[in-house]
């Protein structure tokens, strides 16, 4: 008798837990799986990085960098002057009339692929390199340029005798510039060049040459000053002169054969839009 009942109780076992355990019934293709990526950003040092300014910098390491020959670049910081042009119009002639000369290419130097060292020198028309590293939004930006009076100095450097007149009435003729990416930014964010005269005068005001809205600027730009110039300007060999950037000189100017004559430029950034 007690075998047979063990045998029942089995048997009502095997009955309740079939019924209290639904079977599961697979799908052919499993619902998708989610995870996340992250990441944060940290500002960075602010160095300024001349590179290839007809480069658009869309590749994975940027733009090329490159040895500008002057260097002339501002101060360090997130947004920033990485070169500014020196303005070289050759010689001009003593006339009866007003005489505007044309500005020189710059020159660029590469590196050279054998060597490592940066010894292959290319020429590009008159550029500025700007560079807007700031964090957020981008917030727009404005450069001006001003120039001294150009003032006589002699064939060693030195300073004319005093009261040698410079070039009075002289002016800077800028024409709009073409502006280049060299960050890969789409051209709706660029900045937008004007044309402008700038009064080669002591004390002057800053004229605005390049301007970016706010939401507008961001990254690395090189603006070409390169008259009615509608496409990138590409590197030569040798060195020509543009009318992108013209000196005008009045025929009033009192102008000496045994001097040179210099002014100083100045490039100024500001966090300003449209300026």
């Known amino acids: 008798m007690k075998l047979t009942k063990l045998a029942v109780v089995g048997l009502m076992a095997t009955t309740v837990l079939g019924s209290t355990v639904p079977a599961l019934a697979a799908s052919e293709v499993g619902a998708p799986a989610t995870s996340k990526g992250a990441v944060n950003f940290q500002e960075g040092g602010g160095e300024t990085t001349p590179t290839d300014p007809g480069d658009n910098g869309s590749g994975e390491d940027g733009g ?3 040895k500008p020959d002057p260097a002339n670049p501002g101060g360090a910081g997130f947004l920033r002057i990485d070169q500014a042009p020196n303005l070289d119009f050759g010689t001009m002639s003593i006339a009866g009339k007003t005489v505007i000369n044309p500005v020189k290419d710059v020159k660029v130097n590469f590196k050279n692929d054998s060597t490592g060292d940066f010894t292959d020198v290319k020429y590009y028309p008159t550029y500025v390199q700007i560079t807007d590293e700031r964090s957020g939004d981008y917030k727009g930006w404005t450069l001006t340029a001003k120039s001294t009076e150009f003032k006589a100095f002699t064939q060693t450097g030195e300073a004319a005798p005093e009261g040698t007149e410079g070039l009075v009435g002289a002016q800077l003729l800028f ?3 073409f502006v280049q990416t060299n960050s890969g930014v789409e051209d709706a964010l660029k900045p937008v ?3 402008v005269t700038v009064e080669a005068i002591d004390g002057d005001a800053g004229h605005p040459i390049l301007a970016a809205s706010a939401g ?8 070409f ?3 009615d110039g509608t496409e990138v300007p590409k590197p030569t060999d040798t060195q020509g002169t543009n009318e992108g950037i013209q000196l005008s000189v009045p025929a009033s100017a009192k102008k000496n054969k045994d001097y040179n004559y210099v002014a100083d430029l100045t490039w100024t950034i500001a966090a300003t839009p449209d300026a």
């Open 225 to 227: 000053f390169t008259k």
């Open 175 to 177: 024409s709009t510039a």
């Open 216 to 223: 507008k600027g961001g990254g690395q730009w090189s603006a």
């Open 193 to 195: 060049s004007k044309a």
């Open 64 to 66: 090329t960098v490159v």
